[in-house]
């Protein structure tokens, strides 16, 4: 199993910055992709951000320009920097990572407890 530990949630003012941390740890042999979603109230889950072992990331239009996604490969961990946040952005953020166990295992897609983040004056 894998565990992805979250970070870096809270209140914030519109236009200010947030930085998230999503630590993975446990039966970890390589780790495929990294990412994060946010889900808000009465929404589906969306994608925020998300980055290949490779460094290669993928950013929806609504967070272009304002949010980054880094990884430090030797932790297993993944950033997300959120620059000029709006009250949109209020949403429960979620870590994502596909990873295997083995050289051979299975894909296995894990889930973080979420952080909440609050984007109001």
């Known amino acids: 199993q894998v565990q992805l530990v979250e970070s870096g949630g809270g209140l914030v003012q519109p236009g200010g910055s947030l930085r998230l941390s999503c630590a993975a740890s446990?039966?970890?042999?390589?780790?495929?992709?990294m990412g994060w979603y946010r889900q808000a109230p009465g929404k589906e889950r969306e994608l925020v951000a998300a980055i290949t072992s490779g460094g290669s990331t993928n950013y929806p239009d609504s967070v272009k320009g304002r949010f980054t996604i880094s990884r430090d490969n030797a932790k297993n961990t993944v950033y997300l920097q959120m620059n000029s946040l709006k009250p949109e952005d209020t949403a429960v953020y979620y870590c994502?990572?596909?990873?295997?166990?083995?050289?051979?295992?299975?894909?296995?897609?894990?889930w973080g407890q979420g952080t909440q983040v609050t984007v109001s004056s």
């Open positions: 994502n990572a596909g990873s295997r166990a083995t050289m051979i295992g299975p894909l296995v897609l894990s």
């Open positions: 446990g039966s970890i042999f390589s780790i495929i992709a």
